[in-house]
């Protein structure tokens, strides 16, 4: 934008995939969602893309995901562009209720295949939740769509104080999505809590 004398030049990136390459992947994700809270800045969620390697072969839907932005921000179509976006949490005793953007159409338990739409597996239960209280430890975790919002639990956390969700090198079949079809990215509710060593790769 300083290059180019503009401000406001729109700014649209792609998220790391699911297939991670190293250690300190999940942190740069987390890194790469509070980046897109940039005015004139939209990211690209891929973690749920199926193939392997830092470059995985499906290019297809990165292309339509990111085409979403440029054609709602910049041509004035009204289409959907963002998946779940997580905009803050209630702590309520032993559970943790959390908001996000971009969650008008509602949420759902999602899967997707290939090239396909993703599919509503309402059987399913959302994955990759976990929870911490103050002694920092990250436990497994419950999470359960209510209409626009998700309520997270643990047996093994009495007092909650943060949720991550998809926090892993490789989060396979990570499955929220908004009714749109158009998957979350992942986040940490506190970001602060996370430690990153500058030497993983």
Same mark, same amino acid.
């Given at each position: 934008?300083? $290059?180019?004398?503009?401000?406001?030049?729109? =700014?649209?990136? #792609?998220? *790391?995939? &699911?297939? !991670?390459?190293?250690?300190?992947?999940?942190?740069?994700?987390?890194?790469?969602?509070?980046? $897109?809270?940039?005015?004139?800045?939209?990211? =690209?969620?891929? #973690?749920? *893309?199926? &193939?392997? !390697?830092?470059?995985?072969?499906?290019?297809?839907?990165?292309?339509?995901?990111?085409?979403?932005?440029?054609?709602?921000?910049?041509?004035?179509?009204?289409?959907?562009?963002?998946?779940?976006?997580?905009?803050?949490?209630?702590?309520?005793?032993?559970?943790?209720?959390?908001?996000?953007?971009?969650?008008?159409?509602?949420?759902?338990?999602?899967?997707?295949?290939?090239?396909?739409?993703?599919?509503?597996?309402?059987?399913?239960?959302?994955?990759?939740?976990?929870?911490?209280?103050?002694?920092?430890?990250?436990?497994?975790?419950?999470?359960?769509?209510?209409?626009?919002?998700?309520?997270?639990?643990?047996?093994?956390?009495?007092?909650?104080?943060?949720?991550?969700?998809?926090?892993?090198?490789?989060?396979?079949?990570?499955?929220?999505?908004?009714?749109?079809?158009?998957?979350?990215?992942?986040?940490?509710?506190?970001?602060?809590?996370?430690?990153?060593?500058?030497?993983?790769?």
């Amino acid at each position: 934008r300083q $290059a180019f004398g503009n401000e406001k030049l729109p =700014v649209y990136f #792609v998220q *790391l995939p &699911g297939s !991670g390459a190293g250690e300190g992947w999940p942190y740069l994700r987390e890194q790469q969602r509070l980046a $897109a809270d940039l005015p004139h800045t939209g990211m =690209v969620v891929t #973690v749920d *893309l199926d &193939g392997a !390697g830092i470059h995985p072969p499906n290019k297809i839907d990165v292309g339509e995901r990111l085409a979403r932005w440029a054609l709602a921000k910049n041509s004035g179509r009204s289409v959907p562009f963002s998946g779940p976006m997580f905009e803050r949490q209630e702590v309520q005793d032993d559970k943790i209720i959390l908001h996000f953007s971009h969650a008008e159409s509602g949420l759902m338990v999602a899967d997707k295949d290939g090239l396909a739409e993703p599919r509503e597996t309402p059987q399913s239960e959302l994955a990759y939740f976990e929870v911490t209280d103050p002694s920092g430890k990250w436990q497994p975790a419950k999470a359960k769509i209510d209409g626009k919002k998700v309520v997270v639990t643990s047996d093994q956390v009495a007092s909650p104080i943060a949720v991550r969700y998809a926090y892993a090198v490789n989060p396979e079949n990570c499955n929220l999505y908004n009714r749109d079809g158009l998957p979350s990215s992942p986040f940490c509710s506190r970001p602060e809590l996370l430690s990153y060593d500058p030497k993983l790769p």
